[in-house]
């Protein structure tokens, strides 16, 4: 049986609440509401850790950050954790990577036999925060509000030039699939910075919101005092005292991040034209790595288990799964094993310590009763967080916060926090003795303290005398490209050709 191409399409930063089917109708995304169209959507679908590295690690590997170890975005991928591009390989396709994944360590590849781009972000350890210092901001990396400040109207950026390169190079990489000249199923992952902020996006997308009914947040800004703890340390480590925001400022960084989103609409669109034009067919992946909180609130970026930060869109098409909505709660942990699972690639060997869980039969009409965990051990935290969603309940703990429980389906802007409640203990109790069962908070504690000392040591060693960096050198074998005196010119120009003799 010939295994199927699979294209894995990721972006970064995705606000999940804007995707309750498919993309909101008032978004100007045309190639995603086709693709929704045809594909299973999960209307719940959340993030393993709402921060890049820890979600894309837990992403690719189906497993927490307690377990992969990727805490933060400076903590490293160990080499020795199988991810889905490991186990495609391993059962014969070509697996293939344009864009981002933030892989931190010398290892840049993790399964991927060839990688097209380098990485937006730094490889090595210098983005480590903390614990033993609480309060402390790392002003050179940190998030702060000149994101928002400064959004606005521009035609290249940092990160344009690299979804620029991202796009070009996933799509020439599709023209030489369709050649034929490997005859393995392809599994192809592209992925793109945007809308990740800074908010600042090119006029055609901008000005296709200008008259946009949704550039206000529906929650407004809580005053810091009355802010939950955790908030209060984003709004700290974002350095909020130092920013006047702006009712101006929130509807032109919200602006410029639904015309990023139709930025994104368009690379999307030109990768599915090659992929029918050249006559190819493939399972399709769209899933974000976390949302963003776009002001609801008064916070922005992720780092929050609130929904706009930790709520993800995920579609995926495939012979397998009906075109349908889904609102039972899921995870892009469970990536890894619904890629194995429409591949027919088993993770047997594997699966006692992966997390994650096939969508395919939830999708087939098999229910699913297993809560979704997500956890949190990074900037803006003194102590891991953890949380579950059970049902329609959302349950947030950590060591040094007071407990939060929601129910999404009454109060899906959380505003009622629960959990000292009376008439809701059963169900706080239920979830808390949940939770237990699967963390140990004061080791997860431990574990996150010693890597973070761990890192601070090698990484100042490592910037002392001559440095050599890990971030990832495309390759670029230019004697092998186009036409050499080593090739023959009528054999290269047929070989080249899709489709031949037409």
Not at 115 to 120: E, F, G, K, P, Y
Not at 267 to 294: N, Y
Request: net charge negative; charged share 25%; aromatic share 10%.
């Amino acid at each position: 049986m010939t295994k199927p191409n699979i294209l894995i399409i990721m972006v970064d930063q995705l606000n999940g609440t804007l995707f309750p089917d498919g993309p909101a109708p008032w978004l100007h995304a045309p190639n995603l509401k086709a693709l929704a169209a045809r594909s299973t959507r999960f209307k719940n679908a959340y993030t393993a850790s709402p921060l890049c590295a820890p979600g894309r690690a837990a992403f690719m590997s189906g497993q927490l950050p307690s377990a992969t170890g990727v805490y933060d975005n400076a903590a490293e991928f160990a080499s020795s954790i199988p991810t889905y591009a490991h186990h495609l390989r391993r059962a014969g396709y070509q697996t293939c990577l344009s864009g981002k994944m933030h892989f931190v360590g010398p290892d840049q590849l993790h399964g991927f036999e060839e990688r097209l781009t380098t990485d937006i972000y730094p490889a090595d350890f210098g983005w480590t925060p903390d614990y033993r210092k609480p309060g402390e901001r790392i002003d050179w990396w940190y998030h702060n509000m000149g994101s928002v400040t400064g959004a606005g109207v521009a035609e290249t950026s940092n990160q344009m030039e690299y979804d620029d390169e991202v796009a070009f190079n996933a799509t020439r990489k599709l023209y030489d699939l369709s050649r034929g000249g490997d005859d393995r199923p392809w599994c192809l992952t592209v992925s793109f910075t945007h809308p990740h902020d800074p908010y600042v996006a090119r006029r055609k997308y901008w000005d296709l919101y200008n008259d946009c009914a949704h550039l206000t947040p529906q929650v407004p800004a809580i005053p810091y005092k009355d802010q939950d703890s955790h908030s209060k340390r984003i709004f700290d480590a974002n350095d909020w005292r130092s920013f006047d925001i702006s009712d101006d400022d929130i509807r032109r960084s919200r602006q410029a991040y639904f015309a990023n989103i139709s930025y994104l609409d368009d690379k999307i669109g030109d990768l599915l034209q090659t992929l029918k034009d050249t006559r190819q067919e493939a399972i399709i992946l769209f899933v974000s790595d976390h949302g963003d909180m776009l002001g609801e609130r008064g916070l922005w970026f992720k780092m929050s288990f609130y929904e706009g930060s930790s709520r993800v869109p995920m579609m995926i098409s495939a012979p397998q799964m009906p075109a349908g909505l889904i609102e039972t709660p899921v995870s892009n942990i469970d990536v890894c094993p619904t890629l194995c699972d429409l591949a027919g690639v088993s993770m047997d060997e594997v699966m006692p310590w992966t997390t994650g869980m096939s969508v395919v039969p939830l999708a087939n009409g098999i229910p699913r009763t297993e809560p979704v965990a997500m956890e949190y051990a990074a900037e803006a935290s003194y102590a891991p967080m953890v949380s579950l969603r059970s049902g329609p309940w959302k349950l947030n703990l950590c060591a040094l916060d007071a407990d939060q429980l929601f129910h999404l389906e009454q109060d899906p802007h959380e505003h009622t926090n629960l959990a000292a409640d009376p008439a809701h203990q059963d169900t706080l109790k239920t979830l808390k003795d949940l939770a237990a069962a699967r963390w140990d908070l004061a080791a997860f504690d431990a574990d996150v303290r010693k890597s973070q000392a761990r890192r601070w040591v090698v990484y100042e060693a490592l910037r002392q005398g001559g440095y050599y960096p890990w971030d990832y050198q495309p390759l670029r074998l230019a004697s092998e490209q186009y036409m050499r005196n080593h090739m023959d010119l009528n054999q290269l120009e047929e070989s080249k050709r899709f489709p031949r003799g037409e």
